[in-house]
């Protein structure tokens, strides 16, 4: 597994080490999900098109065969601007084409190929030290600037931001209305951001429908949604000479950020919660969506759910429906916020919320039990150790992998 400098921590993907494919053509081939998911069936209702997805990460090739056109390089801003086009590691690629790629000439098929993509290139463990390193944006460094820019969503397929700049810039990014997407983890180790209010946390599953083992399961549980995540292709290294089968909830992460396009190029009107509300309540699942599951969150993702319901309610715009474990609804802070401003203009002492730039006093989701989509409290959950996932026609069993008979319960027991 990718690890981070001890500022950022580690990129939520592992190789499993095998060859690498003899050619691109094969990497669709190895996208499992394409079929049962109907992505044809969901491209005739949205592409992603009009979304822009900040992708956080190791910087992203624009020149690949499935991302030429796709990249927004020209739109980073000019503070982290440095190289975003120059993956040092082929990961920020993998990442932007399992989001964005037109899967022309055999490359990565995007889920959301309508979206575009804005690269920002962070400091991770692959980078060389020296010039390239301090010239190098940090990652909450980053995560402000695409706060302050028109993208809508930013995934980060990475873990380790712990220090007090980091919470404040999710939270800054929060109240601005972005949709932050984040990796669970590798390894069953818990990982930030994925950990923090506002984060949607991703959990990873196989071409089996069976939660990966190295997906984290701690006794908190982080995960909010789950999607495909092993047995996946993605480029080996920084050559781009080919593909390699890898597993991650970095994959699974982009995904999800993908059917978050798909969704919100939709219904381009919908804010944050809305998206949010509607990838909750459409994930197929075994168990009641007010006791979610600590490995697989509230299931796995179904955005042709939304897609194929032109008439489909998300509910009330200015309510958070995680708004129980996020410690209250950002957007609502962020309205006093600028209500205060307001009365204090002209005061030239008053300072930033502490909801947009300060560490937020819940630094980690919630304190117990879990939530519904609409916020309420629950009990845990019975014990249920699969997931029932409707795709199409058929319906598939996603079971809760792991040593031993692993268990669903409540997900926030924190």
Known sequence: MRTVSAVVGALAVASVGLAPNASAADAQSQQWY????????????????????AVIDSGVNANTPSLKGQVLADEVPKSVAYRPTDDYSGHGTSMAELIAGTGAEGGLQGLAPGAKIVPYRVQLADLESGVEREKTPLAWQALRAAADSDAKIINMSLGGLSSEEDMAAINYAASKGKLLVAAVGNDGIPDAPARYPYVIGV???????????????????????????????????????SYCENKGTSQATALVSAAAALIWSAHPDWTVNQVTRALIDTASRSWPKDKPSK???????????????????????????????????????????????????????????????????????????????AGSSAEPADDNNTLWIALGAAAAVIVIGGAGAAVVRARRAR
């Open 34 to 53: 394409l079929g049962p998911m109907q992505t044809e069936q969901m491209w005739k209702v949205s592409t992603g098109e009009g979304v822009k997805v």
């Open 203 to 241: 959990a990873a599953v196989d071409s089996t429908y069976t939660v990966s083992k190295f997906s984290e399961k701690s006794s908190h549980g982080f995960a909010d949604l789950a999607a495909p995540g092993q047995e996946l292709p993605a480029w080996c290294d920084e050559t781009f000479r």
């Open 295 to 373: 490995y697989a969150g509230y299931g796995f993702i179904r955005p042709r759910l939304v897609l194929d319901n032109p008439n489909y309610d998300a509910g009330a715009p200015d309510v958070d429906p995680l708004a129980k474990v996020n410690g209250g609804d950002v957007l609502a802070k962020a309205g006093e916020r600028d209500a205060n401003n307001a009365d204090n203009a002209g005061n030239s002492s008053s300072a930033p919320s502490a909801s947009a730039s300060a560490p937020s006093q819940a630094p980690e989701k919630g304190s117990t039990g879990g939530t519904s989509a």
